[in-house]
């Protein structure tokens, strides 16, 4: 295959222009994005993009979860589509840039081919992915989760948000429900530029992450059982604190990823106690451990330690534990090839980079099951996401998208 | 003073019947009560007391907190009136027991001396304090609080409930707003019936607590700054939980009560991590830690050493902490007289008897700034209470009303 030449480079002032477009559709309340999956915003955001896929010279393809491919072609017929991509939705509190940058950093590498005139073997394929965040129709990566066959059709449109609409109608309502089945589509190869959502990047002073896996997740929620009791009438010695109890196995969470440094994290997001009132003891609480590792061994045996260790915990006070996998996923090894022509694009045009592993789940950890897949990552401001105020530079996003253009067109092969 | 004899006993199944038709009134969704206070339910159950003790012989006055004072007369026209009495209203989801034991089993007194022809050198007043609780209204003891000269009308008032109604307001609307001015009444003695709200005297099979002191307390709002942050790509080593470090001054909250075993206790009931979401290592922990203790000097230690202990967790992790006094009142030691006619009174009477400290607050904390004041407590199962399946027997009932009746009746002194 031939390298592309390391002065091929995306415009990243038209970039940054399309990436501020988008925003202007589901603004939040505070800078940054609420345009959830099939709301009336997120259609009206897939409207744009297939409009700008459309100048670009693409022709659109649909699918029944509202999948979108936006196809430039290439001169074999008979080779399959090199995919880029990542997804347009936002949370309800959103950032600008999460999903949207492998989105529209896509398009923006059809749109430098086309100025440039450059030709390729393979076709070149812009995806966008339905309901990647989860917020409103849980769980996370739904549409790219049964485009790689992780769950049933039948079984996603059932999804049912806040206020009991099925994710089926909603698609069906905003306009976006195609007929092309869902997962037909085979790859020759996929690629998702994603912001890093996490502070390592920025801190390092590195452009670019070479991401090789993706980390697998536990969530364990944990319930703990005592008894309510007044905070003034009941002696110390007679009480069942399941507060207290859940602050103990909080102290094991972090230890018990610490012993798995560096990395592998730990930490309870969600905490709950009840009744939750000043002067009652804590009768119960709940909480969910998030463990997560890129080595499946790892994540087994902390989930494992937990459970033993709050047993432990809860016997020694005369209270109660039980335990529910609420979620999880395994450890993802993104394709060799296709990291090592990240790596290659990412050193050939200067960029400083650095392995990473991906401690958030994407489109591109299902789609790693059915093609030969790669992300990249450009730091993020502070680590923050899923947050308005979510931020990164002009600059980071034009490296994170000159290497998806370099990956890409050398993978779908420069014609001569 | 003459003492009562041994043989004179209330009617425990006339004070059960009487605590059952009250129950009636603002029934709970589990066989508790809701009877909220200022609420159209408070009224009746009013309206019924009234009627009882009108039935009874007794006047009825009405002071401007809506605090009931059913009046049997003295002999002596110059002595002020033995006062006994607790709450009508309830929780939301209250027992049947909490406050109402304490204004019935009053009621139960007199009418067991009219029965008997009793005379007594002190009048004798029954009664019923507005809005104990404070669930509806805070904070909790409102208008004993006002008698007492502890807070002002004015300000009790202007107290709204969650729809932004006002006590003031409220009260008058049911009709329950008096014209007679607040604390102008003066007291020879209070006595206060309660259930224990504890589990101490129903583990150890005693049948009377003789309550001594009221724990003070003290209420520390600890708001924990760290950093909202993604739980799978923020390493380690770079995260601000606050959710931990809220776990670790949880672990100290307990280390310092138990350090002054066996009286003071410590808990944080409520709990509240933002923004509580699985995926999302809090940012933000608000807690409350309750510390309680007969004795002054020990609440104060216990409160300094929350402090210290709690920046040096933060100031170990990187976070800030801040600390907000948001409730508390002195220990309380009550007369010495009232109580040792408690404890007299148990003793003639033959029922098993320990001195006890009331954790939790009562009327009859505050009434004691102003009148020569003791508490009687009977025993409830599992030290269960502020909930619907709050339970006593009538045999722990009868106990309690008979051991007032005595305190009360010795106190007002029997005209032989």
Redesign the interface.
Known sequence: MTQPAANLRIDADRLWSSLMEMAQIGPGVAGGNNRQTVTDADGEGRALFQRWCEAAGCTMGLDQMGNMFARREGTDPDALPVYVGSHLDTQPTGGKYDGVLGVLGGLELIRTINDLGIKTKHPIVVTNWTNEEGTRFAPAMLSSGVFAGVHTQDWAYARVDAEGKSFGDELQRIGWRGDEEVGARKMHAFFELHI?????LE?EGVDIGVVTHG?G?S?TQVTVLGK????????????K?A??A???I??KV?EI??SH??D??????????Y????????GKAVF?V?F?SPTLSVIEDMEARLRKEAQAIVDAMGLEVSFEK??GFDPVAFDEGCVEAVRSAAERLGYSHRNII????HDACWINRVAPTAMIMCPCVD?????EAEEITKDWAKAGADVLLHAVVETAEIVE
Do not use: F
């Open positions: 890093e959502q996490g502070p390592i801190a980390q997740l969530w309510d009791s007044h905070t003034g009438s009941t002696p110390m010695p007679m009480r604190n507060g207290l859940m602050a103990r909080l102290e972090e990823a610490l440094a560096p592998a994290v730990g930490a309870a997001g969600h905490i709950d106690v009744p939750n009132s000043r002067n009652v003891i804590p969910t998030d997560r609420v979620g991906s401690g958030a789940g680590g923050l996401s899923h947050n």
